[in-house]
């Protein structure tokens, strides 16, 4: 009778605190860089995780690109984080390209809190990673052409989390990045 007691008293203790059920965080907004030279949008576009570049402290073009006829364009709004799939709770994994040098990494993200989310790329199967963590950011002020409440300004101190609506919006965050990364065919950026 006891041990019966002792295993209903934990289970409404799970259940109560949310250990029932693994319970995803929303990636969904803008994520300052770590080093504070831009900021990525980041939203959910078919079921995939994608980030486009939303705020840059020194715009340029993408002129590492390995394709000559991207290499003028901008890299303020070119998306960064390509088709990554869930890969566990709060954790997606794909793609990413860096612009530096023009190559696409694998690639892995996970939120670790409402305001830190960890960015990692890797070379010859994760060989050799590298990674950051970025910081959620709310201010809005100045963005690529195109994208709804602008973002820019320091990391959020706030606990709410951004909206993030269907593409079909247009005017929302994820129909500001989902519009944007409709043309990137597979891993060829």
Known sequence: MKRSSLFTALFVL???????SARAGDPAGDWLVEDGTAKIRIAICGGSLWGVVGWEKSPGKDTSNPDPAKRTRDTLGMPILLD??????????????NAKDGKMYQASVELQSDSALK????VLGGLFCGGEVWARTSDASGAAPGFPAPI????????????????EGGSTLAGSVCSRVGDVPGTTH
Do not use: E, L, N
């Open 14 to 20: 799970c259940v109560a605190a949310g250990g029932g």
């Open 84 to 97: 990554m799939k869930p890969s566990g709770p709060d954790k997606w994994a794909g793609q990413i390209y």
């Open 119 to 122: 960015v990692r790329g890797c």
């Open 152 to 167: 820019s300004g320091t990391p959020s101190k706030s606990k709410s989390k951004p909206k993030a609506a269907t593409p």
